[in-house]
């Protein structure tokens, strides 16, 4: 079983900055990949953005290109993402995820395990 603990989110201003971090705990795989999704109410979860094991690949769905960065430090078990020119239609609630995969993947039923979520809220 593997726990997830996402921290950072929080309100921010339109065109301000946050970073988000997922720490893993428990058993862990040589080799997984993680992500971070979004769920804004009503509306679907999706991908955010991604990062392989080695952290040699990352996906970044388009709405976030060029403005979010996803990293890893496997020595921590950790991911972040680097929010930056934030934007009222970010708002919702974040959630980190991993999948025992050496591939990426951007479906969110690929993934194994899921923290709880963190609230990320952008006013205009």
Same mark, same amino acid.
């Given at each position: 079983? &593997? ?8 309100? /921010? ?8 971090? !997922?720490? #893993? ?5 040589? =080799?997984?990949? @993680? #992500? ?5 109410? %009503?509306?679907? =979860?999706?991908?955010?953005? $991604? ?5 040699? *690949? ?5 709405? &976030? ?9 496997? #020595? ?6 680097? @929010? ?7 708002? $919702? /609630?974040?959630? !980190?995820?991993?999948?025992?995969? @050496? ?6 039923? #690929? *993934?194994? *395990?899921? %923290?709880? %979520?963190?609230? &990320?809220? &952008?006013?205009?």
């Amino acid at each position: 079983q &593997v726990q997830l603990v996402e921290s950072g989110g929080g309100l /921010v201003q339109a065109g301000g900055s946050q970073r988000l971090s !997922c720490v #893993a705990s428990g058993r862990t795989f040589s =080799r997984y990949a @993680m #992500a971070w999704f979004r769920q804004a109410p %009503g509306k679907e =979860r999706d991908i955010v953005a $991604a990062i392989s094991w080695s952290g040699g *690949y990352t996906y970044y769905a388009d709405s &976030v290109k060029g403005r979010f960065t996803i990293s890893r430090d496997n #020595a921590k078990n950790t991911v972040y993402l680097q @929010m930056n020119s934030l934007k009222p239609e970010d708002t $919702a /609630v974040y959630y !980190c995820a991993v999948d025992n995969s @050496m591939i990426v993947r951007t479906a969110s039923d #690929a *993934y194994d *395990y899921w %923290g709880q %979520g963190t609230q &990320v809220t &952008v006013s205009s």
